[in-house]
């Protein structure tokens, strides 16, 4: 007997061992070409207390002083909400057009696909830093590219889930007698549309957080007021944005999860 | 099909809602600035723009390729130590194993983070670290905290109680009831969601990338500040490549492990 057989008797010990093993000096060596030092956070944790030093405590007043700042949360929310609402739209109407069970059309639905696997790969930064250049930097540029982030996330999804659709009410509609527009009216919209809402409504709180960020990029909005304060050192500032950035998120998630919960119970 | 389908007396309980979701909206365009003649001409515009970026600019690719792989480590270190950071929180916030009070703070922890967008993060910690690859493999290993914490913990609490009460009754303490009871149970679902995370991380290291992290969204932001557009196409045009490729990857991974997908 090995020493290897001895340590590690069965099959499926040694190829778990160097599953793990692998792994592992894969995050060695990748740690070493990059030059990242994981226990780094613990050692350098003195520059992590200086910031905190700085940041603390959070200048509240910064909030209410200028009314931009109020301004900069609602057009966050705005962004994020009327992103949510047109991106989802847009998504519910392109995944009719590409389904094989409600466009008959083949060059229709080609098209339609075609557009939505092209929009899921497009990097978010580049559609943002395109939309800055056609519109110029502001919110109309953020809220853009969350409409068609958005489209770009539920477009395929939403195909899916229509072409899942179940098919027994559909033909037992269509055999009295019903038309195509008709089957899709009284049997595929009402199977549908509670699901779809209750994945938009879902998507409301991602799209909140990435009307933050893309603020940074020329999206205008709560993101780049912060970005400005932590770039002139006015961290007491930024503490205050980010606490009340918080608070936001997790006012529409609650709302969002409310509603959800009603959409799918009236459905129910 | 007739004018009956249609009928306005059919929707009258969606009256309130829609009129509601309207106001609403419109009042939200008011403060987004929407305007259809700006959106026409931006059409316009970015249509012309994206005509102009062709064709891309082939001499800069082999400059790209350095921080594509950079872009590529970044996620996978961020991923590697983001899942262990998750797994200890979702140790802590299921009820199965730990106390009541140990819960509620790790569940609480994890909430925020979850309502706290990375790119503030990353903010935090490049003002903390300076800028460089650490705040961003650093933020995306936070980043991982809140939704693979939470669906883990959720995990973890979905496991059979006959398990562990049979091993604790044998007399097998905490860290035995976890190394045997808990992780073979919980492992496949670990790295499902550590292969979807990784998705996830990819494509925000390029976001983290614009602001400093270095590597493809640096190189993409770059070009783009410079008006170096052809040279921007050809950083999209890789930022395209890895991304498509590491879903195909991570899909066909995940297809093998066989767990429902973390989305759902």
Not at chain 1, 86 to 114: D, E, H, K, Q, W
Not at chain 1, 222 to 240: C, E, N, P, S, W
């Amino acid at each position: 007997m090995s020493l290897a057989n001895f340590i590690l008797p069965s099959k499926k010990y040694r190829q778990r061992a160097s599953v793990s093993g692998l792994v592992i000096l894969s995050v060695a060596l990748a740690c070493a070409y990059i030059g990242f030092n994981p226990l780094g956070f613990f050692t350098e944790f003195h520059f992590v207390q200086d910031l905190l030093g700085e940041m603390l405590p959070p200048n509240f007043d910064a909030l209410w002083s200028s009314s931009s700042i109020g301004f900069s949360f609602l057009q966050t929310v705005s962004m994020a909400f009327l992103g949510t609402l047109y991106g989802g739209l847009m998504a519910i109407i392109l995944s009719f057009l590409a389904a094989a069970n409600t466009m008959p059309f083949r060059v229709i639905r080609a098209f339609a696909r075609s557009l939505l696997s092209l929009l899921r790969v497009i990097p978010a930064l580049g559609i943002v830093l395109i939309y800055v250049i056609a519109v110029g930097i502001g919110t109309f540029a953020g809220l853009l590219t969350v409409v068609t982030i958005t489209v770009a996330t539920f477009g395929k999804l939403f195909t899916e889930m229509i072409e899942n659709a179940e098919a027994p009410p559909s033909e037992a509609i269509y055999s009295v007698g019903a038309t195509q527009v008709q089957v899709i009216r009284y049997s595929i919209i009402p199977q549908m549309l509670p699901t779809f809402i209750a994945n938009l409504l879902f998507s409301f709180d991602l799209n909140m957080r990435m009307a933050v960020w893309l603020g940074v990029f020329g999206g205008g909005g709560i993101g780049f007021q912060l970005y400005l304060a932590m770039r002139v050192l006015h961290y007491k500032d930024a503490t205050a944005y980010i606490f009340f950035i918080i608070v936001l998120v997790i006012l529409v998630e609650k709302v969002s999860d409310f509603l959800r919960k009603k959409v799918l119970k009236a459905s129910a | 099909m007739t004018w009956r389908d249609f009928r306005p007396t059919r929707y009258r309980k969606y009256l309130i809602p829609t009129l509601a979701v309207t106001l609403l909206s419109l009042g939200a365009a008011r403060v987004c600035g929407v305007s259809l003649q700006k959106l026409q001409e931006g059409l316009v515009t970015s249509g012309l723009f994206i005509a102009r970026m062709f064709p891309p600019d082939w001499q800069a690719f082999p400059e790209m390729l350095e921080p594509a792989f950079d872009s590529v480590v970044i996620a996978f270190l961020g991923t590697a130590f983001g899942t262990l950071m998750a797994m200890t929180f979702a140790l802590l916030a299921a009820n199965t194993i730990a106390a009541p009070w140990i819960r509620n703070t790790s569940r609480f922890l994890i909430g925020l983070e979850r309502s706290l967008p990375e790119l503030v993060i990353l903010l935090l910690l490049v003002a903390a670290f300076g800028l460089g690859a650490t705040p961003a493999i650093l933020t995306l290993a936070i980043g991982c905290v809140g939704m693979m914490g939470k669906l883990l913990a959720d995990v973890i609490e979905e496991i059979d109680p006959v398990t562990i009460e049979s091993m604790q009754s044998v007399g097998a303490n905490k860290m035995q009831v976890i190394i045997f009871g808990v992780w073979p149970q919980i492992l496949p679902s670990l790295i499902s969601f550590a292969l979807f995370r990784f998705e996830v991380n990819l494509r925000l290291s390029v976001v983290l990338g614009a602001v400093g992290a270095g590597g493809i969204g640096y190189e993409l932001d770059y070009a783009f500040n410079t008006l170096a557009y052809h040279r921007a196409l050809t950083a999209l045009l890789v930022i395209l490549v890895l991304v498509f490729a590491t879903e195909r990857l991570s899909r066909g991974l995940r297809e093998k492990i066989k767990v429902g997908d973390p989305l759902k």
